[in-house]
């Protein structure tokens, strides 16, 4: 099974609302990452946190992690039709970086 | 543009046809990464090259599928004799791996699309 899995598969929001989505995971990790990509183009990173972190903000996105629950969450706030994406969590391989992808979360951001 | 380029974007050939995919990584990194992924999945870990070694190989790269990083800048995949189900989006990813700073964030390219008919 995956390493890591988002919760929910897909969500449907109106312009300005929030969303937010859950990744659980099952090993130990040094980090977590979260992932967008747009229909049918490559992933654009958003945000890394580290194992010693337990919350990140960048612009209208905060991730938390929680290592005792092997869980994190990505909030979006204030949604824009331009968050219409999909979203995946990835956690690195200590060894090579290599990353193991959840089977992310759809995200439609109606106008 | 700096970023991970990959050519062609789109690949369409005909089952049992041989099909090479190029990337090209940003160019300082020294890790270069190849991912596959399917129509609503996420990507899945094919091999990654440290510099020109490739350093590992998932189960899921069969012995139809071979890649390469001559020079340790841009890399190339090949699928020989390919089939349907080889259908989908290959990623390639680039990182800057220093000693002492682990796990730093990849940057993809925009993938190759490849329909095997």
């Known amino acids: 099974s995956q390493q890591g899995e988002e919760d929910p598969q897909a969500l449907s929001i109106q312009e300005g609302e929030n969303a937010t989505m859950n990744c659980s995971y099952k090993t130990s990790i040094n980090n977590l990452q979260w992932y967008r990509q747009n229909s049918g183009r490559g992933l654009v990173h958003l945000i890394l946190?580290?194992?010693?972190?337990r919350e990140k903000h960048s612009g209208r996105l905060r991730v938390t992690l929680d290592t005792s629950k092997k869980s994190s969450s990505l909030l979006i706030t204030a949604s824009r039709a331009a968050d219409t994406a999909s979203y995946f969590c990835a956690t690195p391989k200590p060894a090579g970086n290599k990353l193991t992808f959840g089977g992310g979360t759809r995200v439609l951001v109606k106008p | 543009d700096t970023g991970v380029s990959q050519n062609p974007r789109h690949k369409i050939t005909k089952r049992g046809q041989n099909v090479t995919f190029r990337c090209d990584p940003i160019?300082?990194?020294?890790?270069l990464y190849w991912y596959r992924q399917t129509l609503g999945q996420g990507p899945e870990f094919l091999t990654y090259?440290?510099?020109?070694?490739?350093?590992?190989k998932s189960r899921l790269l069969s012995d139809r599928f071979s890649a390469e990083r001559p020079k340790g800048s841009f890399s190339t995949l090949e699928i020989q004799r390919t089939e349907q189900g080889d259908s989908a989006m290959y990623l390639c990813?680039?990182?800057?791996?220093?000693?002492?700073?682990?796990?730093?964030?990849?940057?993809f390219g925009q993938g190759t699309r490849l329909t095997v008919v």
């Open positions: 946190i580290r194992s010693n972190e």
């Open positions: 990813a680039s990182s800057l791996e220093r000693l002492g700073r682990m796990n730093t964030e990849a940057f």
């Open positions: 160019s300082e990194h020294n890790r």
């Open positions: 090259f440290q510099n020109e070694a490739q350093l590992e």
